[in-house]
Nanobody, 122 residues
């Protein structure tokens, strides 16, 4: 079994900062790309940021310059540092990882965390 567990969400005032993290655990052979998504009420889930195993990052235009994604390959964790938060950043934040399970012949498969709520008050 493999699971992703997010942590670090909460309530913050506009202009403030918050860091969310995600840890992958279980029978893991290898972790490839990792990413953060978010879903606001009444909206579709959207991609926020991605990071390859080698550390190459991409960001949605809406968060460029404010958010930073990082990872620790030794610990199979990914984090998202969020600065200059606005109420528009309010959403449930989900991590996603491409993981190859030990003993699997399927290669890399997508796994999702359960989500962590981030609320930005105006």
């Amino acid at each position: 079994q493999v699971q992703l567990v997010e942590s670090g969400g909460g309530l913050v005032q506009a202009g403030g900062s918050l860091r969310v993290s995600c840890a992958a655990s279980g029978r893991i052979f290898s972790v490839n790309a990792m990413a953060w998504y978010r879903q606001a009420p009444g909206k579709q889930r959207e991609l926020v940021a991605t990071i390859t195993r080698g550390g190459t990052t991409t960001y949605a235009d809406s968060v460029k310059g404010r958010f930073t994604i990082s990872r620790d390959n030794a610990k199979n964790t990914v984090s998202l540092q969020m600065n200059s938060l606005t109420p528009d950043d309010t959403a449930v934040y989900y991590c996603k990882a491409d993981i190859w399970r030990i003993g699997s012949s399927k290669g890399y498969e997508n796994y999702w965390g359960q989500g962590t709520q981030v609320t930005v008050a105006s």
